[in-house]
């Protein structure tokens, strides 16, 4: 026999009883919070380790994790060495005396570190908490919450070593690096320069943290440092009127493919028997790049088409993968994009990067484009262009997600997960010690890139 419910005047939780609760518990299944797929955990460089030791790269993708196996260096670091190829023109004729010929292949040195990450979550086992909630059945979805946790925290901080060259956790001790920007920006709707490449060593400042304990709410300023330069460039762009005009037109296809292939030689990956670029756009951005009525500012329908692999379903396609423009740039739709927030004044301007974290914790800058008396926001929208091992991350100790901890008379166990690791991208150096304490001024960078565009709503109508 079904019973009766009774329909009455919708309540809160916090009127619910132990009935209530349970009817909430029993759907909450279908309403777990979901974690979008990470084009990164797509496009790895996969390596194999011989006998002597060394990694042979035997498909290469957009991540390198270089293989710790236990060992940890002296300041939580490992070097690596790059050897650059002949260059000088060989002796030629009968006369010539093979060792006067002799020419050293010049080193270049990253280096590489690793920081301690830690998330752990409540499980009450007995208590007034646990016999109010255990309708809920919590404490058996905190192992997948923190695996969801860990998905979205490493796509987290490939974000934001790509942007600010290494991720937050290594701001911290003892590793305490710095961050600057990337070290190549490219600026739509500019003349010259419309390109800023930093080759010298990172900005000395470090990031502050925010109430949640993360780093990246710190501003990044300098006078006559390269976060200048890129902010008196962009706002040069932009110029003074109350609607962004650094936008995505055809403009800005052709110069990240020009300049990737003629000036910063990007180390392109092969997808679909192609050299490509992956480039990560904000989806409100391809949404208004893709608007006809935008044809003023260089729509990219035309360009834009898909491979006869989507057919013949030789791969899976990307998450939020679009298609090719310029046959070597693959659009890939990116929710996670980063923006750039702009404050302060010429010769004192600051940098303030905002990341959606995990668990829908969103600290991005998503108000609208103001520039008016008392409601000025510069937002900028990230771009940002992804190539051969434009991401390293050095591995010491794998995730770990089955570590726990009992107090309170064991009425709460901690469940824990653990993992060393740092992510960054390789900067190479003639000498290692230079670029650690600022002397620097040989940095080779080829992996990636960072476009800021202003922020448009992808249906207004340019006249």
């Not at 957009?62 to 260059?87: E, H, R």
């Not at 002799?102 to 646990?130: H, N, T």
């Not at 303030?352 to 929208?381: H, R």
């Amino acid at each position: 026999m079904t019973t009766a419910v009774a329909v009455g005047t919708p309540r809160n939780i916090t009127s619910l009883g132990v009935t209530g609760i349970g009817k909430i518990g029993y759907e909450k299944r279908l309403r777990e919070d979901k974690v979008k797929d990470s084009v990164f955990c797509r496009v790895p460089t996969s390596y194999r380790i011989n006998r002597r030791k060394e990694i042979d790269v035997e498909n290469l993708g957009c991540i390198m994790q270089i293989p710790g196996s236990g060992s940890k260096g002296p300041d939580q670091s490992v070097i690596m060495t790059m050897a650059l190829p002949l260059n000088q023109a060989p002796v030629v004729g009968p006369g010539a005396i093979l060792l006067n010929n002799e020419e050293d292949r010049d080193l270049r040195y990253a280096k590489f570190y690793y920081q301690e990450i830690k998330k752990a979550v409540k499980q009450w086992e007995y208590g007034l908490y646990s016999n109010e909630t255990k309708y809920l059945d919590l404490n058996s979805g905190n192992p997948q919450a923190l695996k969801r946790y860990w998905a979205e925290l490493f796509d987290l901080r490939c974000h934001q070593a790509l942007v600010m060259t290494s991720e937050d956790a290594l701001c911290t001790a003892p590793t305490s690096l710095s961050q600057t920007l990337n070290p190549h920006f490219l600026i739509p709707n500019r003349a010259l320069p419309r390109v800023l490449w930093n080759k010298t060593a990172p900005t000395k400042t470090t990031g502050a943290a925010d109430s949640k304990g993360w780093y990246s709410s710190g501003s990044f300023a300098g006078g006559g440092s390269y976060v200048e330069d890129v902010v008196e460039a962009l706002m040069a762009a932009n110029g003074t009127g109350s609607t962004p005009l650094c936008l995505p037109n055809q403009d800005l296809w052709a110069m990240i493919a020009w300049y990737t292939e003629n000036v910063q030689m990007f180390e392109k990956v092969e997808i679909d028997g192609i050299p490509t670029v992956l480039l990560l756009c904000p989806p409100h951005i391809i949404d208004w790049a893709m608007n006809p009525s935008n044809n003023s500012s260089g729509n990219i329908i035309g360009n834009l088409h898909k491979p006869d692999v989507y057919m013949t379903k030789n791969r899976e396609c990307f998450p939020g993968e679009v298609g090719r423009i310029k046959d070597s740039i693959l659009l890939i739709k990116d929710t996670r994009y980063v923006t750039l927030t702009i404050s302060g004044s010429n010769g004192s301007y600051a940098v303030t990067p905002g990341y959606q974290y995990p668990g829908n914790y969103n600290m991005q800058n998503v108000s609208a484009w103001a520039n008016t008396s008392g409601a000025t926001n510069y937002s900028f929208d990230c771009i940002i262009g992804l190539g051969g091992n434009g991401l390293a991350e050095y591995l010491v100790d794998p995730l770990n997600t089955d570590l726990s901890e009992f107090y309170n008379y064991k009425q709460i166990k901690g469940l824990g997960s653990y993992e060393g690791s740092g992510m960054q991208i390789p900067r190479w150096d003639l000498d290692e010690a230079s670029a650690a304490d600022g002397a620097s001024a040989t940095l080779i960078h080829r992996g990636s890139f960072v476009v800021p565009v202003g922020r448009v709503q992808p249906f207004n109508i340019v006249s």
